[in-house]
């Protein structure tokens, strides 16, 4: 069964460092999003993105984040530089729809960031 | 403001006792709703989703408008229930983005 990939797993930086995390959707999904989950809570979005097209980037802190994904499939987030309260959970989902119109979103495992 | 509310934290329970993990919500609108659930060690997944009206794995949730609640609720408690469980909403539309509760961690104990 076709799964979300995501690397690194781990990721440990000191802050002021640049991190760099990927994604690769489920083969055919169009939309891909970008969530962070602090320690005890829910995930929250950053960017969603139908193809290669920023749809919603409301809530990323364009500061210092930064999302691409050229060509339509895979994606990478950027965070320079990093601080302290970065550290996080940085899950990538992507959604199909099927024959009902229903639309489901698949997470990938996710990526630990410890900013130190 | 769109928010998801789930009160506990933690809700521990011996195997064989009823369940219900509690979600209330706040939308402007027809909010689509669903429960997701973290096994350890596992990635986020789908549970069930409130316009299909389903029961997965004995789980089921109710949308109460009334109420803007969608509580979870099983019968029978069993240890592989033993999760962490968010409820989260999405609107309709091209923005489809997930708005998730914090989360409560399910013990079943034997």
């Known amino acids: 069964e076709a799964e979300v990939a995501q690397s690194p797993r781990y990721k440990i930086t000191e802050k002021s460092q640049a991190v760099a995390f990927w994604c690769d959707p489920i083969s055919g999904h169009a939309t891909l999003y970008w969530y962070r989950q602090i320690l005890g809570q829910g995930p929250e979005l950053l960017v969603q993105f139908q193809d290669e097209s920023v749809v919603d980037d409301s809530q990323l802190p364009k500061d210092r984040f930064s999302a691409e994904r050229l060509k339509g499939v895979d994606s990478t987030l950027k965070i320079q530089p990093a601080e302290l309260g970065d550290s996080a959970m940085y899950l990538c989902?992507?959604?199909?729809?099927?024959?009902?119109?229903?639309?489901?979103?698949?997470f990938g495992p996710g990526t630990r960031l410890l900013v130190l | 403001a769109q928010r998801v509310t789930q009160p506990e934290k933690l809700l521990s329970v011996f195997k064989g006792a009823p369940v219900e993990l509690k979600c209330n919500y706040s939308y402007s609108g027809s909010p689509e709703l669903f429960w997701y659930v973290q096994y350890s060690r596992q990635r986020l997944q789908l549970l069930l989703r409130h316009i299909s009206r389903e029961s997965i794995k004995g789980f089921t949730a109710d949308l109460n408008k009334g109420e803007t609640s969608f509580h979870l609720k099983k019968p029978f408690a069993q240890e592989e229930d033993s999760a962490m469980y968010y409820c989260?909403?999405?609107?309709?539309?091209?923005?489809?983005?997930?708005?998730f509760g914090t989360g409560t961690l399910l013990a079943v104990q034997p």
């Open positions: 989902a992507s959604t199909n729809t099927d024959a009902r119109g229903k639309k489901t979103q698949y």
């Open positions: 989260a909403l999405s609107g309709y539309g091209a923005t489809n983005k997930l708005i």
